[in-house]
């Protein structure tokens, strides 16, 4: 069955950075886009940005545009995450999503605080 493993969060500073990763099973890695979204407690998932099926195009929420750089790995079944320049209002759970799947992993962590 399907799985997605997130990985790499925590307490970071501000201004500092972070690599998120997940690692996927359970179908065919890179027939799919790939996404990043992050959700606050009492607020709706946001996206944050998604990769072509080959790295050869990327979109990103305007919130983290010129600091996230969303990539994969195909021959490791795996989305990453490169978060720099972090600020408080990027702390939030992380979770990678595949295309057309209304499937959730447990995400992982990311504070930012001083």
């Known amino acids: 069955q399907v799985q997605l493993v997130e990985s790499g969060g925590g307490l970071v500073q501000p201004g500092g950075s972070l690599r998120l990763s997940c690692l996927a099973s359970?179908?065919?890695?890179?027939?799919?886009?790939m996404s990043w979204y992050r959700r606050v407690p009492e607020k709706e998932r946001e996206h944050v940005a998604t990769?072509?099926?080959?790295?050869?195009?990327?979109m990103y929420a305007d919130s983290v545009k010129g600091r996230f750089t969303i990539s994969r790995d195909n021959d490791k079944n795996t989305v990453y995450l490169q978060m720099n320049s972090l600020k408080p209002e990027d702390s939030a759970v992380y979770y990678c999503?595949?295309?057309?799947?209304?499937?959730w992993g447990q995400g992982t962590q990311v504070t930012v605080s001083s």
């Open positions: 999503k595949r295309e057309n799947l209304d499937y």
């Open positions: 990769v072509s099926r080959f790295n050869t195009s990327a």
């Open positions: 359970g179908f065919i890695f890179d027939r799919y886009p």
